[in-house]
């Protein structure tokens, strides 16, 4: 079966420092990876999405970068980090779904809840 | 376009009395629906899914939800409530791609339960 994992699970951070989550999928081939973050109080957002190794793109302008350095590696980064970037930030993936369909749900992992002081 | 509305931003029900949270969508497409719970600090995980067989979906955990396409609704209920299923729950309608490779999900506000002995 598949599993996807993510860490940390919590992280404190100053303000300016910079930043690294990480999320692997095991189980599974060429997934599709995403990163979303869950502000308080308020829905998912979707950041980032990758079809394939090195394939990145962002839903959102932002301070955060991502990259696939492997086919089931997916990594979220940042500079400089600001406080608007405190969140709840969760890695999902998905098997490819045929062209024209919405049919593959979306598989989440436990989340990194980052507080920036 | 996609987009999902779910009517009750907090349900609160007794210990073993029946659970409703209500979801309407609306698609250009026809839709593919899914229901994810989040208990505190944690992932999403996929509770059930509807993708154009059987109208009625049986998920985990004793949930199951209704496609009702005249009512365009997705109404996710349970006969019975336990506490163990106090979390917040999204209604979630999926785009199907035409390019970008993979299907967008939106997601509803999210409907709080409450599950009271």
């Known amino acids: 079966s598949q599993t996807i994992h993510q860490w940390p699970a919590t992280l404190v951070q100053p303000v300016g420092s910079p930043l690294s989550l990480e999320c692997t999928v095991e189980?599974?081939?060429?997934?599709?990876l995403y990163w979303y973050r869950q502000a308080a109080g308020r829905g998912l957002q979707l950041l980032f999405y990758?079809?394939?190794?090195?394939?990145i793109s962002s839903e959102v302008p932002q301070n955060l970068s991502a990259s696939r350095p492997q086919d089931r590696q997916f990594i979220l980064s940042s500079k400089k980090l600001l406080l608007s970037d405190s969140g709840f930030y969760l890695c999902?993936?998905?098997?490819?779904?045929?062209?024209?369909?919405?049919?593959?749900?979306?598989?989440f992992g436990d989340g990194t809840r980052l507080s920036i002081l | 376009a996609q987009s999902v509305t779910q009517l009750d931003s907090h349900v609160s029900v007794s210990e073993g009395t029946p659970v409703l949270l209500r979801c309407n969508y609306s698609s250009s497409y026809s839709p593919s629906l899914f229901w994810y719970v989040q208990h505190p600090n944690k992932g999403l995980q996929l509770l059930l899914k509807y993708t154009s067989a059987a109208t009625l979906v049986k998920g985990i955990n004793g949930f199951e939800a209704e496609f009702k396409k005249s009512e365009t609704s997705f109404h996710l209920t349970k006969p019975s409530a336990h506490m163990s299923d106090a979390a917040e729950y999204f209604c979630v309608v999926s785009a199907p791609y035409f390019s970008g490779g993979y299907n967008k999900l939106i997601f509803g506000a999210g409907t709080r339960l409450a599950v009271h002995p």
């Open positions: 189980g599974t081939s060429n997934p599709n």
């Open positions: 990758s079809v394939g190794i090195g394939q």
């Open positions: 999902a993936w998905s098997k490819k779904g045929a062209f024209r369909s919405g049919n593959q749900p979306q598989h």
